[in-house]
Nanobody, 127 residues
Framework: QVQLVESGGGLVQAGGSLRLSCEASGRTFSSYAMGWFRQAPGKEREFVAAISWSGGSTNYADFVKGRFTISRVHAKNTVFLQMNSLKPEDTAVYYC????????????????????WGQGTQVTVSS
């Protein structure tokens, strides 16, 4: 098991930026593929971005391509989500997730593919 703690959420105006962080503790961080998901009020949790164990492979939901960037720093046991050009529809609780990966380049897009979740951090974008 790995413990995940998100931070960096907050209130921002449309067009602004935020950087979310997800710090992992417990088992070896580099063994995990990581992802970011979000859940808006009254909606299901949805995939946002994912990154492989190596950091060399990434994948994004269409609605964030070109605006969000996922990255990881193994030395800090941390995954980041840089969010630019934020829109009111990006308002949601953002969750970090991790799953053990034996493939250094595998990215996991499905909620069911993850078995470790953080508590979430609120992102609110005002118009």
């Amino acid at each position: 098991q790995v413990q995940l703690v998100e931070s960096g959420g907050g209130l921002v105006q449309a067009g602004g930026s935020l950087r979310l962080s997800c710090e992992a503790s417990g088992r070896t961080f580099s063994s995990y593929a990581m992802g970011w998901f979000r859940q808006a009020p009254g909606k299901e949790r949805e995939f946002v971005a994912a990154i492989s164990w190596s950091g060399g492979s990434t994948n994004y939901a269409d609605f964030v391509k070109g605006r969000f960037t996922i990255s990881r720093v193994h030395a800090k046991n941390t995954v980041f989500l840089q969010m630019n050009s934020l829109k009111p529809e990006d308002t949601a609780v953002y969750y970090c997730a991790a799953t053990v990966s034996l493939d250094t380049e595998m990215v996991v897009l499905s909620i069911r593919g993850y078995d470790n979740w953080g508590q979430g951090t609120q992102v609110t974008v005002s118009s």
